[in-house]
């Protein structure tokens, strides 16, 4: 899913460079969070095209889901701090406010792995392909250090997070959440026949206006 969403921000950076009253760095910024809170249609039909194309959902969970990335969007707010020009190239930084869906979904994988009884169809493929004590440990033989630890925690979510009993206890948490959360972000902008363009973000700054960045 997260690369579901990484795809679908860096394809909307195409609409960035029209429309705008300013040409100024922060003016291209509010315009890009603009186009989130005012559901662009552009943004929508994007949305649709990225989803129709997932095949770890549903036909519903993916009407679910769009729904919880459009509420997103709408409630998306955000503060310019600064604006710094030198030459062709400039940075605006802004603080962004969020749902917090990214704790929702650790949450909800944590759950999902402690208590796997609960979910009785995926129980046998999760003991089949991801050996995992009752904890949600792994417990095949291997190095006991940190980056074996996140790799095989990173494996584990990849496999989880393909699984339609999770989504659906995924989705019913995210649905709960009411929780925001604050990054901030610096966008990169470069001069092209005398107009402002954003620069492609991050993997990490497009988590962050999704609410999926964990600290």
């Known amino acids: 899913m997260k690369k579901i969403i990484l795809v679908l921000l860096g394809s909307l950076f195409i609409f960035t460079g029209c429309g705008t009253k300013m040409n100024t760095p922060t003016a291209k910024v509010e315009e890009f969070l603009g186009k989130y809170q005012k559901m662009d249609s552009e943004i929508l039909e994007q949305l649709d095209d990225i989803l129709e194309e997932d095949g770890s959902m549903s036909d519903d969970q993916k009407k679910e889901y769009q729904a919880l990335l459009e509420k997103q969007y709408q409630n998306l707010s955000y503060k310019i701090k600064d604006e710094k020009i030198d030459g062709d190239n400039a940075t605006v930084d802004v603080e962004i406010e969020v749902y917090d869906y990214a704790t929702s979904i650790r949450k909800a ?46 494996d584990d ?35 092209e ?10 993997d990490m700054d497009i988590q962050k206006i999704h609410g999926l960045y964990e600290n």
């Open 193 to 202: 026949d005398g107009k402002w363009k954003i620069d492609d973000l991050s």
């Open 157 to 191: 979510n990849s496999l989880i997070d393909t699984i339609s009993e999770f989504i659906d206890y995924k989705i019913k948490e995210l649905k709960d959440v009411t929780e925001k959360v604050k990054y901030e972000i610096t966008f990169n902008l470069t001069k």
């Open 109 to 154: 994988r944590e759950y999902f792995k402690e208590h796997r009884d609960e979910f009785e169809k995926t129980k046998e493929k999760i003991n089949e392909e991801s050996e995992l004590d009752n904890d949600g440990n792994d417990t095949t033989d291997k190095e006991d250090d940190t980056s074996s630890d996140t790799s095989n925690n990173s």
